[in-house]
Nanobody, 123 residues
Framework: QVQLVESGGRLVQAGGSLRLSCVFS????????MGWFRQAPGKEREFVAT????????IYADSVKGRFTISRDNAKNTVYVQMNRLKPEDTAVYYC????????????????WGQGTQVTVSS
């Protein structure tokens, strides 16, 4: 069974940076597309970024394009999201997810989800 464990979330000031990590276990990591999603208080969960199994292809939400970078290290079974120039509206619980068929921005296609890590950006 696949398990995903996120880490790295914390309180940060606006304009600051954070790197979130998600460790994958239970199957062959390099067979899975990976994604990051987030859910702010009172809002639905939304897409942030996704990366193909090889790391060669990425897609970003417009709201984070140019500020966030998704990457993966298949030797460490880990996917990252580097978040720069953070804004208060980036405050949310961030989830990583694994897709065993492909990668993309559709939540319903992801097969496994982590428990989330809280990111709070103060103004």
């Amino acid at each position: 069974q696949v398990q995903l464990v996120e880490s790295g979330g914390r309180l940060v000031q606006a304009g600051g940076s954070l790197r979130l990590s998600c460790v994958f276990s239970g199957r062959s990591f390099n067979h899975y597309g990976m994604g990051w999603f987030r859910q702010a208080p009172g809002k639905e969960r939304e897409f942030v970024a996704t990366i193909s199994w090889s790391g060669g292809s990425t897609i970003y939400a417009d709201s984070v394009k140019g500020r966030f970078t998704i990457s993966r290290d298949n030797a460490k079974n880990t996917v990252y999201v580097q978040m720069n120039r953070l804004k208060p509206e980036d405050t949310a619980v961030y989830y990583c997810a694994a897709d065993e068929r492909t990668y993309g921005d559709r939540q319903e296609f992801y097969d496994y989800w982590g428990q989330g890590t809280q990111v709070t950006v103060s103004s």
